[in-house]
């Protein structure tokens, strides 16, 4: 009796381990990060959200006042740095990608925030 308790125990044991280790292995990584991005209005907050919005992306707020996004995502399906281009393709200036002058020129007057005023 005694020498199936001392094979068994650590058998046991081993495979608790390894269930737990893979258990954690399965869990979704998911990150939130928050970045700048220039915006003047709520028409900048919705086309700011919806462009980061991209798949991977479960939530992005942006803060007008603090000029601010948080995003939510899963990084093996989504990049920080994706989400920064998603956001400048569509004309608003984040801390490490500028939107193209091109884009930029489309916004609505209301948005335009690279003349320095802060709001309009």
């Keep these: 009796m005694k020498n199936i308790l001392s094979i068994s125990i650590p058998i046991l044991l081993c495979f608790v381990i390894t269930t737990n280790l893979n258990a954690q292995k399965s869990v979704k990584k998911i990150e939130t990060q ?17 462009a980061a919005l991209i798949s991977g992306v479960m939530s992005a707020s942006w803060d007008k006042n603090l000029q601010k996004i948080t995003v939510t995502y899963k990084p093996k399906k ?16 984040t801390d490490s990608v500028k939107a193209s002058d091109e884009v930029y020129s489309t916004l609505p007057e209301c948005c335009a925030y690279r003349d320095g005023v802060k709001v309009h």
Excluded: T
Aim: hydrophobic share 35%; net charge negative; with cysteine.
């Design 34 to 50: 928050e970045f700048s991005v220039q915006g003047v209005c709520e028409m900048c907050e919705k086309r700011i959200e919806k």
């Design 78 to 93: 989504a990049s920080l740095d994706e989400i920064k281009n998603a956001v400048a393709r569509v004309g608003h200036d």
